[in-house]
């Protein structure tokens, strides 16, 4: 027999399975760490005032819900900060004043360069015009006249946190608005809706 001749034991032995199980846990982690999709769900309160109000503790919340499944896509991220540019998109279902659903989505830019994200990951994102549609008008956004409309501007502002070692997974908080544009899109005097929402979602 050659001595070169692979022998019939060398490198043949199985790998054990929680080898196996581990090294795919590894590899899913790493992929999820890496994807630009990720996905979750959030819900929460109306409140009757715009982004800014609500900042100042002027908001007063009123019985109207809002649950919402989303997703985002990482378009662009910057080689030299820490800011990245995403699509978002929702499809909620809204109760209590009336029951009506809600599909948006709009681009929104992420700044994630804060000098404590070594103990808590925390990044912001703003999406200052986007597009919303609800299968029907809601009678909180009536104005004097009695008029509303199913397509408004889509806003929102949001506080993402996550674990430094496992950003994957990220809570957030957000302030959903619907509004005219201060009457770009319709002169019928109506604010909007405004939703306090927080979500919990995963990269994948």
Known sequence: MSVFA??????????????RLA???????????????ILGAYAGKYYDTEPAGFTQGRAKFLEHYLVA????????RSG???????????????????????????????WSGFPWNG????????APLGISYTTAVNPLE???????SQILNWLFLELALSNPDRQS??????LHHRCAVYDLLNNYGANGED???????RRF
């Open 119 to 126: 103990m808590l990951h925390t990044s912001v994102s703003v």
């Open 23 to 37: 090294a795919l846990a590894l590899a899913l982690n790493a992929h999820a760490e890496e994807s630009d999709w």
């Open 142 to 148: 009536l104005g004097q006249e009695g008029k509303g």
């Open 195 to 201: 939703f306090f929402v927080v979500g919990l979602r």
């Open 169 to 174: 997974t990220e809570i957030f908080m957000r």
């Open 69 to 76: 499944v989303t997703a985002k896509k990482t378009v662009w």
């Open 6 to 19: 692979p022998s019939n034991t060398l490198g043949r032995r199985p790998i054990p399975r929680y080898l």
């Open 80 to 110: 030299s900060w820490p800011l990245s540019l995403e699509f978002d998109g929702m499809l909620g279902l809204q109760s209590g004043a009336a029951t009506l659903g809600e599909v948006a989505v709009a681009p929104a830019l992420r």
